[in-house]
């Protein structure tokens, strides 16, 4: 029944080590997103991709970047983890073409910088 | 410019009691309104939804929430929560259909007590 799934949970990285995240989707929504949940803190809107367009929020830093190679997948790349960036990394998808006005989001990666 | 206030940031009540989470927003747009659980190391859950229509929104788990054009509020209310509410709830503006850039508030962490 897992519609947005994310992997690993969990991941811990070297300060400065790339590292990348997975989002994989089973709903074939258009659109996919990829949100940064610091701790007690509101998701922030990193980026996201309109089928294979990608649009990138204003203050999303340039360490930050993105890739779907297909329809059911969307990765995040980190290229130089810094302490600050540890988080709950979120994605999420919706289908605004089909009428969708909800997000559904995956259960998250937590990382971790050491 | 969109904005979301979610008024208080802990709620403590007892468990069988009424609860109520208060959310503001401000957008000059029609908006697309929303209610999100966040379980502890989960992802978002979506709740409950107003779009148009029925200002008395009815969600999952027993909650609903009512929008208030005037006030420009979107309270969500249960009648009477249980343990297993616990845990952090996040109101979202949306702008359009594009469902995944909604703007959210900062969060009200709920905590049902025996």
């Known amino acids: 029944d897992a519609m947005v799934i994310q992997n690993p949970r969990y991941q811990v990285t070297q300060f400065g080590k790339p590292v990348t995240l997975s989002c994989s989707q089973t709903?074939?929504?258009?659109?996919m997103y990829w949100y940064q949940q610091k701790s007690s803190q509101a998701p922030k809107l990193l980026f996201h991709?309109?089928?294979?367009?990608?649009?990138n929020e204003a203050d999303t830093p340039d360490n930050f970047q993105s890739r779907r190679p297909n329809t059911s997948f969307c990765f995040l790349d980190i290229r130089s983890p810094g302490l600050g960036d540890a988080a709950m990394y979120l994605c999420?998808?919706?289908?605004?073409?089909?009428?969708?006005?909800?997000?559904?989001f995956g259960q998250g990666t937590r990382l971790t910088v050491v | 410019a969109q904005s979301v206030t979610q008024l208080d940031s802990q709620v403590p009540v007892f468990e069988e009691a009424p609860v109520e989470l208060r959310c503001n927003y401000s957008?000059?747009?029609?908006?697309?309104l929303f209610w999100y659980v966040q379980y502890p190391n989960q992802g978002l859950q979506l709740l409950l939804k107003?779009?148009?229509?029925?200002?008395l929104v009815k969600g999952i788990n027993g909650f609903e929430a009512e929008f208030n054009k005037s006030q420009t509020s979107f309270h969500l209310r249960k009648p009477s929560v249980h343990i297993s509410d616990t845990a952090e709830y996040f109101c979202?503006?949306?702008?359009?259909?594009?469902?995944?850039?909604?703007?959210f508030g900062d969060g009200t962490t709920l905590t049902v007590k025996p």
């Open positions: 957008s000059s747009v029609s908006v697309y």
């Open positions: 107003y779009l148009s229509g029925s200002t």
């Open positions: 999420a998808t919706s289908s605004p073409g089909q009428g969708s006005t909800e997000a559904f």
């Open positions: 979202a503006v949306g702008k359009g259909t594009n469902a995944g850039k909604s703007t």
């Open positions: 709903l074939n929504h258009n659109v």
């Open positions: 991709y309109y089928d294979k367009d990608f649009n």
